[in-house]
Structure formats: C-alpha cells, structure tokens
C-alpha cells in the first residue's frame, strides 16, 4: 500500500527535466519547448539548450501570426508542429504562450500572440487543434497574469476581478474547450497567490470551464508542493529529485484533503499519460513543412504603407541596404529559441528575384554606433538605385526572453543611416523586423513599409515575395503601434513586490480608442496591393446570435485575402467599458475582380460582462452597436440595436471620467493594495533570491560564490550580453530553482544548509552542508 501510494506520488513529480516518470505500468511523456517549433534537447538534463536541440522546423513566432487573423493559417502550422513531433517522439508541446500584450515592452512579446483577448483565443484555440488532432498534447501557458519578465519568478500580479475574467482568463476559457492535454502554470503569483497555488485553478479551470486535463507547473514554479498540489497543480517540473515527494509522503499521512489531492492528480495524470505516452513513427517532409513556414509569413506580414512604390518591378534598379544580410532576425531567444531545418538569408535569395537589385550592409548588428565605411558605401550605391529598400530592426540583444526593454527604439546606427538615405533618395521602403512595437517616427519621410515581425526560417523569402508581388500581403495588426513607450498606459517597473494593474480592462486599443488617444498604426491595420470594396451589409437578429453579412469585390490588379473584423460598440452603462471590442473576424480569398458574400455568425453571447456581484458572466440590456471595420478605428458599417437582459447598477469610477483616471482602482480590487516594494530581509527562504540575501554580508558572500559558479556554466557563452542577462536572471531567481537547474550540483539538503547560514544559523548549516557532501560522496 505503501509502496502503490508512493509511486503515484512519484508521477507528481518529472522523471528528468523534460519526462514523467513511467510508474505502474504507465509510459513517460516526453515534454519539449515549442511555440512556434520543436525544441527537442539533444542531452535530456540540458535545461538551458547549451547542448542543441534536433533541427525543426522555425515557424514564424506568434507575434507575426497573429497578423494572419487566419484560423486555417494556425491550425496548419499546428498540424505541422505535431508532424515534428511525432517524427522525433515528442509527447507534448509546451505552447501556445496566450499571455496578454499588456505593454509592447515585455521582452517575450514575440511569442505572445496580441493585446485581445478574443483573437488571442480564437487563434490558439485552432493552432491547439491542429495539433491534438494528430494526438500530440498542447500545454497552453502561462496561467496567468504572466505579462513582463522583471521578475518574473515572483512579482505579484495585482488584478482586479473583472478585469481577470474578461482580459487575462478569456483566451484561456476559449482554449480549454479544444481539451488541451495540459495548462501551465506561471511562475508570478496573481493576488498574493503563486500561479502553481491559485484558487483559480479549480474553481474556475476546473470547476467552472470543465477543463479535464492536467496542470503542469513551469519550469521551476512551484514555491509550496503541498499547497499547489491541493490547489490543482498535477505535476511538478522538472524532476525535484525526490525533495518533493518525500514531503508529499509525510505531510499527507496527516491530511486527508492532502491525500484525496494526491489520488486526484494521479488519476488525471494516468489518464494523461495513456492519452498521449505513445510513440508515433512519422515522418514528415522538411521542404514543404519549409514551404509551409514561408507562406505563413507571407500571409501575416502587413504592409503599413504604400505610395505607389510597391510591388517592385523587375526592370527596376533596387538597392537592398541591411545589416541582416547573413544573419537575419527570424526568431526570438530563450526557451523558444529553434534549431532550423533550413535559414532562407538575404544574401543567398536576393538574386533570384532580379539581375537588378545590389546588396548592401550600411550597418552592423552587434553595434549600434555607426560604421561610416558602410554608410558611405550605402549612399554611393543608393544613388544609383530607382528605389532603396532599408532591412532594419531589433537585434537579438535588444530583445529576448529573461529581461524587458526600456524603449521602442530601433538602434542608433540604423537610424541614424536610414536618415541619411532619405536626404539623398526620395523612393526609400522600409522593412522592419523584431517581435514587438517599435517606434516608426520615421515613416513621413519614406515611401513604402512593411512590417515583419519575426518571420521564422523563411522570413527573408516572404519578404522578398512580398516586395516582387508574389504573394499580395494581407496581415492586419494584432497590437496597436506607437512611437513613445509613454503613450501607453501601462508602465513596467523595477518593483519588487507588487505590479498593479490599474488600467483595469483599458488593455491595448481598449485605452486608446476609449479615450480617444492617438497611435501611429491602430489595431487590425493594413493595407493590400489590390482594392477590396465592401457594400450591401446587412444585419439579421437571429435569436441567439446576429447574421452580419456583405459583399465583397476584389477590383484588382492582384489576388487578394481580405480580414473582415466586426467590433462591438459598448451601451451607456453605470459599469465602465471599452468604448469598442473586437468580436468576431474571419478571412477571404478573392480572385481579381471577384465578388463574394460572406456571413459572419456573431453570438450574443459577445455582448457578455463579468459581473462581480454574480461572479458570472451577464448580457446587461442596452443599446449597442455592431460595426463592420478595416480596423478599430475605421468603421466601414454599423447598426444599433436594443439588447435584452439584466439591469446592470454600479456606483460611477473614474474610469468613467472622459480623461483616464487610475485613482479607483483600489475600489475595483476591494481591498487593500499590497506594496509595490518590500525589504527582503531575514528570515530567507527557499523563496528567496540571490538579490535578497545580497543584503547582508553573509549574504553577499553565498551570491558571490554562486554567481561565480554561474559564470563557469556560461564560460562557453561569447555574447557579453547573453551572459549579462544570465547574470541578472540569476539573481532574481528563487534559490529552490538553483537545486531544480544545477543538474545535482547544488542539492536541496546542500540549499537548505546554505539559508541556514544566511539566517545566521551557522552550525546548523555548516551540518547539513557536511552531511550533503557526504551523501553525494556516498552516491
């Protein structure tokens, strides 16, 4: 009985870094990174990937897909992504990343699909399907209120209850009801509770969205065992060696709701196991997974300008001027970071597009001071050129996983070459590559611009198929754009303890088309090479739903696909509301001069609000607005109609004055606000960080020693700023994780013993390190 109740307690707990443990006759899974690939570790204990990964396939990072506004689109790289997968074995795929871009400056933006929360959903719900049709589980993350990278490990995500709901939860919601095989939960707490110990967790997850699978923690994110494992936090990742489930074993020898937790997760974890634990020899085709990649890029680039200088012509002298030439920017670092089946780069396709174009550096990418030798080459040539295309963007020190920028940026050198080109050349097209917004001040004094993201490893191809016209762009804008980070409403902060977000449900076009606020290029901007006409709307309530139908034209002269985006305009109501919300889009293909209907179905249910005196979801009756729109801020058609149900009666805030006012949202939260920074003093913990006991001299010295070993894991690293922000994640990471991710060199008896001496409970530490070292000498 014993021995049966500790193996369940076993299948808690990961075998290794990426597997579960094969326990009772189950199979282990085999668990990888993959958002946007297959991040398969060559060696099972590498964490970090400093031993590679098996090549896969680099598809666009959801930033880029986002643009697509196209369900078909996702669901296909999905199906692609599982393919993978079955060919090398993988189980499941940890991803989608469905976080909210609450600000353009979190530096993992670029696996994050948009700032709403309904094309958040709607996009991953079919990527989630495409690959759970081929039996291979999704873990769909970070759950939740997982929005900015300064630390991440253990900030507290203050959000008030509605906003929860209706912003960080909704793409959850709609993803749950594809049955993904996992969730995963986020290292930061949420209300004072750590994501792998929410209440949300079962009673919402669970209890309110039915959801049947598993909840995984990230990589490191459980703080309590004992609590996450009751709040409904199934299995631990990775491996706690035993730590865990030692505790585990003892603590519910005494606690029958510990013990019926344990019985529950096992029979959800064995269920998942059988599900998925089953090796599929496939096989796939790595050219047209290839091909697949670069169509998806292709068809979520947007085109942000056009002056009658795009599509380039083949008898046209085009000077390509790009630090990116050998090395283009495809992908973003991190957990994410792929090892490409194939890399289209500038410098080996430019060719085959026209005898006609030069190539050119004009600047280097691991500076941003100025190299005036490449500058005075690029203005020689650009003189000679009918038009200058400038390849420009974020570089991957700018921009990755583990830190946030502090501005929108683009480097110095690139602009300061871009500004000298225009003074010389008056047809000048710009492409701008990076995973978030960027400010495009610039964009007066050029001709043309294309926005294209992080366009995975066929980027450079669908660049340059959009730029000849082989493919006519039809990617619309998931975020808003803006010049000035100050523009936005949020701010990131070095706090360390707590983030408000006060901007309640003013997220994205939210605040700024609520508060009629400008922006460079709003939500669900972008243009076309053809002209796509709209007429005979009509709007038929149909019970349950409304029927939103058009006609639409393709005057030419391309193929095109246009997004059709219906938006909501929110009733006059006591409770405050974005003024517009996204609700239902879809996506048609139009061959030239063809004209087609389409309908599109939208549910009442879209009207719906989280009402807090209920905790549920309600239509409030009014007056509202269904519009038809090129984007958020051009409406092309819209009918009010009078929307039946409850009465809605809520005292007046100030998000409801017409300037934005923050000042009640302790009022929303109702209850006191914690502090946004604490002294981290004694006693430490596990929970602790290297930051924290840097506060005393003690402290200081254990830092200094670990970081010094950190130093020698990274030894083989040769870009000062990878190791910089090795470095600075280091010490903003909970000392449990050094046990978890020093592959056994620092064991959790050896961890304990080194807080015993930070506590100043010098012989009690100096025991348990001598007894760890002993132990380890004895295994």
């Given at each position: 009985m014993i021995q049966d109740k500790k193996e369940k307690v076993g299948l808690l707990d990961g075998l290794d870094v990426w597997h579960t443990k094969p326990v009772l006759g189950l199979p282990k899974v085999l668990m990888t990174d993959g958002p946007h690939g297959l991040r398969k570790q060559l060696d099972v204990k590498d964490h970090l990937g400093k031993k590679g990964s098996v090549p896969s396939t680099c598809f666009p990072t959801a930033s880029l897909l986002a643009c697509s506004f196209d369900r078909q689109l996702l669901k296909e790289v999905g199906q692609g992504i599982a393919y993978e997968a079955k060919a090398h074995q993988v189980h499941m795929v940890l991803g989608p990343g469905i976080n909210i871009k609450r600000s353009p400056l979190c530096g993992r933006n670029f696996e994050y699909f948009s700032e709403d929360p309904y094309l958040t959903g709607e996009l991953a719900a079919s990527y989630v399907r495409g690959v759970e049709d081929e039996g291979i589980g999704t873990s769909v993350k970070h759950f939740f209120c997982n929005n900015q990278e300064k630390n991440r490990f253990f900030i507290d995500s203050i959000v008030d209850e509605r906003t929860m709901h209706e912003i960080y939860l909704s793409a959850f919601k709609r993803v749950v009801k594809e049955n993904p095989a996992s969730i995963m939960a986020s290292y930061n707490k949420i209300n004072g509770f750590y994501g792998t110990e929410s209440p949300i967790i079962n009673d919402v997850l669970r209890n309110t969205w039915g959801f049947k699978g598993i909840v995984v923690s990230d990589w490191g994110a459980i703080s309590n065992r004992v609590s996450s494992l009751k709040a409904g936090c199934d299995l631990e990742m990775p491996s706690s060696m035993g730590y865990h489930e030692k505790e585990l074993m003892i603590a519910s020898e005494e606690d029958p709701i510990l013990e019926q937790a344990i019985e529950s997760s096992f029979d959800r974890m064995s269920s998942f196991a059988k599900t998925y634990g089953k090796n599929k020899h496939d096989s796939y085709d790595i050219d047209s997974h290839h091909r697949l990649a670069i169509k998806a890029a292709a068809e979520s680039m947007v085109l942000l300008k056009n002056e009658d200088v795009l599509p380039l012509k083949l008898r046209e002298k085009v000077l390509i001027v790009t630090g990116f030439d050998e090395n283009i920017r495809y992908q973003g670092g991190g957990?994410?970071?792929?090892?490409?089946?194939?890399?289209?780069?500038?410098?080996?396709?430019?060719?085959?597009?026209?005898?006609?174009?030069?190539?050119?550096?004009?600047?280097?990418?691991?500076?941003?001071?100025?190299?005036?030798?490449?500058?005075?080459?690029?203005?020689?040539?650009?003189?000679?050129?009918?038009?200058?295309?400038?390849?420009?963007?974020?570089?991957?020190?700018?921009?990755?996983?583990?830190?946030?920028?502090?501005?929108?940026?683009?480097?110095?050198?690139?602009?300061?070459?871009?500004?000298?080109?225009?003074?010389?050349?008056?047809?000048?097209?710009?492409?701008?590559?990076?995973?978030?917004?960027?400010?495009?001040?610039?964009?007066?004094?050029?001709?043309?611009?294309?926005?294209?993201?992080?366009?995975?490893?066929?980027?450079?191809?669908?660049?340059?198929?959009?730029?000849?016209?082989?493919?006519?762009?039809?990617?619309?804008?998931?975020?808003?754009?803006?010049?000035?980070?100050?523009?936005?409403?949020?701010?990131?902060?070095?706090?360390?303890?707590?983030?408000y977000y006060d901007e309640s449900i003013y997220v994205g076009y939210r605040y700024y088309s609520s508060y009629n606020k400008p922006v460079h290029f709003p939500f669900g901007y972008g243009l076309s090479y053809s002209k796509i006409t709209y007429q005979d709307f009509k709007i038929i309530d149909n019970k349950d739903s409304f029927i939103v139908s058009m006609k639409l034209k393709n005057e030419g002269p391309y193929q095109a696909k246009e997004v059709i985006q219906v938006y909501i305009e929110n009733n006059v109501s006591s409770l405050h509301k974005a003024k517009r919300e996204l609700?239902?889009?879809?996506?048609?293909?139009?061959?030239?001069?063809?004209?087609?209907?389409?309908?599109?179905?939208?549910?009442?249910?879209?009207?719906?609000?989280?009402?807090?005196?209920?905790?549920?979801?309600?239509?409030?009756?009014?007056?509202?607005?269904?519009?038809?729109?090129?984007?958020?801020?051009?409406?092309?058609?819209?009918?009010?109609?009078?929307?039946?149900?409850?009465?809605?009666?809520?005292?007046?805030?100030?998000?409801?004055?017409?300037?934005?006012?923050?000042?009640?949202?302790?009022?929303?939260?109702?209850?006191?606000?914690?502090?946004?920074?604490?002294?981290?003093?004694?006693?430490?913990?596990?929970?602790?960080?290297?930051?924290?006991?840097?506060?005393?001299?003690?402290?200081?010295?254990?830092?200094?020693?670990?970081?010094?070993?950190?130093?020698?894991?990274?030894?083989?690293?040769?870009?000062?700023?990878?190791?910089?922000?090795?470095?600075?994640?280091?010490?903003?990471?909970?000392?449990?994780?050094?046990?978890?991710f020093s592959d056994g060199s620092v064991s959790f008896n050896m961890l304990e013993g080194i807080i015993d001496l930070a506590n100043l409970k010098i012989l009690k530490g100096i025991k348990k390190l001598m007894k760890d070292k002993k132990d380890k000498k004895h295994e």
């Amino acid at each position: 009985m014993i021995q049966d109740k500790k193996e369940k307690v076993g299948l808690l707990d990961g075998l290794d870094v990426w597997h579960t443990k094969p326990v009772l006759g189950l199979p282990k899974v085999l668990m990888t990174d993959g958002p946007h690939g297959l991040r398969k570790q060559l060696d099972v204990k590498d964490h970090l990937g400093k031993k590679g990964s098996v090549p896969s396939t680099c598809f666009p990072t959801a930033s880029l897909l986002a643009c697509s506004f196209d369900r078909q689109l996702l669901k296909e790289v999905g199906q692609g992504i599982a393919y993978e997968a079955k060919a090398h074995q993988v189980h499941m795929v940890l991803g989608p990343g469905i976080n909210i871009k609450r600000s353009p400056l979190c530096g993992r933006n670029f696996e994050y699909f948009s700032e709403d929360p309904y094309l958040t959903g709607e996009l991953a719900a079919s990527y989630v399907r495409g690959v759970e049709d081929e039996g291979i589980g999704t873990s769909v993350k970070h759950f939740f209120c997982n929005n900015q990278e300064k630390n991440r490990f253990f900030i507290d995500s203050i959000v008030d209850e509605r906003t929860m709901h209706e912003i960080y939860l909704s793409a959850f919601k709609r993803v749950v009801k594809e049955n993904p095989a996992s969730i995963m939960a986020s290292y930061n707490k949420i209300n004072g509770f750590y994501g792998t110990e929410s209440p949300i967790i079962n009673d919402v997850l669970r209890n309110t969205w039915g959801f049947k699978g598993i909840v995984v923690s990230d990589w490191g994110a459980i703080s309590n065992r004992v609590s996450s494992l009751k709040a409904g936090c199934d299995l631990e990742m990775p491996s706690s060696m035993g730590y865990h489930e030692k505790e585990l074993m003892i603590a519910s020898e005494e606690d029958p709701i510990l013990e019926q937790a344990i019985e529950s997760s096992f029979d959800r974890m064995s269920s998942f196991a059988k599900t998925y634990g089953k090796n599929k020899h496939d096989s796939y085709d790595i050219d047209s997974h290839h091909r697949l990649a670069i169509k998806a890029a292709a068809e979520s680039m947007v085109l942000l300008k056009n002056e009658d200088v795009l599509p380039l012509k083949l008898r046209e002298k085009v000077l390509i001027v790009t630090g990116f030439d050998e090395n283009i920017r495809y992908q973003g670092g991190g957990s994410s970071h792929i090892n490409p089946t194939k890399l289209d780069n500038i410098k080996d396709i430019y060719q085959q597009y026209s005898s006609q174009i030069k190539l050119t550096k004009g600047f280097r990418i691991d500076q941003d001071s100025d190299d005036q030798a490449l500058i005075d080459e690029a203005l020689l040539q650009a003189v000679k050129a009918d038009k200058v295309v400038l390849i420009l963007g974020l570089t991957d020190a700018m921009e990755t996983e583990g830190f946030d920028r502090t501005h929108l940026n683009l480097p110095r050198n690139q602009i300061n070459l871009l500004q000298r080109v225009t003074q010389i050349h008056p047809e000048v097209i710009v492409v701008v590559l990076g995973g978030s917004v960027v400010n495009l001040n610039f964009e007066p004094h050029i001709k043309g611009l294309i926005q294209a993201y992080l366009g995975g490893q066929g980027a450079a191809t669908a660049i340059f198929d959009i730029l000849y016209g082989k493919t006519n762009p039809s990617g619309r804008l998931a975020e808003t754009w803006i010049d000035d980070i100050n523009q936005c409403n949020v701010t990131l902060t070095n706090d360390n303890h707590a983030v408000y977000y006060d901007e309640s449900i003013y997220v994205g076009y939210r605040y700024y088309s609520s508060y009629n606020k400008p922006v460079h290029f709003p939500f669900g901007y972008g243009l076309s090479y053809s002209k796509i006409t709209y007429q005979d709307f009509k709007i038929i309530d149909n019970k349950d739903s409304f029927i939103v139908s058009m006609k639409l034209k393709n005057e030419g002269p391309y193929q095109a696909k246009e997004v059709i985006q219906v938006y909501i305009e929110n009733n006059v109501s006591s409770l405050h509301k974005a003024k517009r919300e996204l609700k239902a889009f879809d996506k048609m293909h139009l061959e030239i001069n063809e004209e087609r209907e389409i309908s599109i179905t939208l549910p009442k249910t879209a009207f719906e609000v989280y009402d807090t005196e209920t905790k549920s979801f309600v239509i409030e009756k009014g007056l509202y607005k269904i519009q038809v729109a090129k984007h958020v801020n051009e409406i092309l058609y819209e009918e009010a109609f009078e929307i039946d149900g409850v009465e809605l009666i809520y005292l007046q805030t100030s998000y409801q004055k017409e300037s934005y006012d923050t000042s009640d949202f302790e009022r929303l939260y109702k209850q006191a606000l914690p502090p946004r920074n604490i002294k981290k003093k004694r006693p430490y913990t596990t929970n602790s960080t290297l930051e924290d006991l840097s506060q005393t001299f003690i402290g200081r010295k254990i830092a200094k020693m670990i970081l010094k070993e950190g130093q020698k894991a990274m030894a083989d690293v040769t870009d000062p700023w990878m190791v910089e922000v090795a470095k600075k994640t280091l010490l903003e990471t909970p000392l449990r994780m050094l046990a978890l991710f020093s592959d056994g060199s620092v064991s959790f008896n050896m961890l304990e013993g080194i807080i015993d001496l930070a506590n100043l409970k010098i012989l009690k530490g100096i025991k348990k390190l001598m007894k760890d070292k002993k132990d380890k000498k004895h295994e």
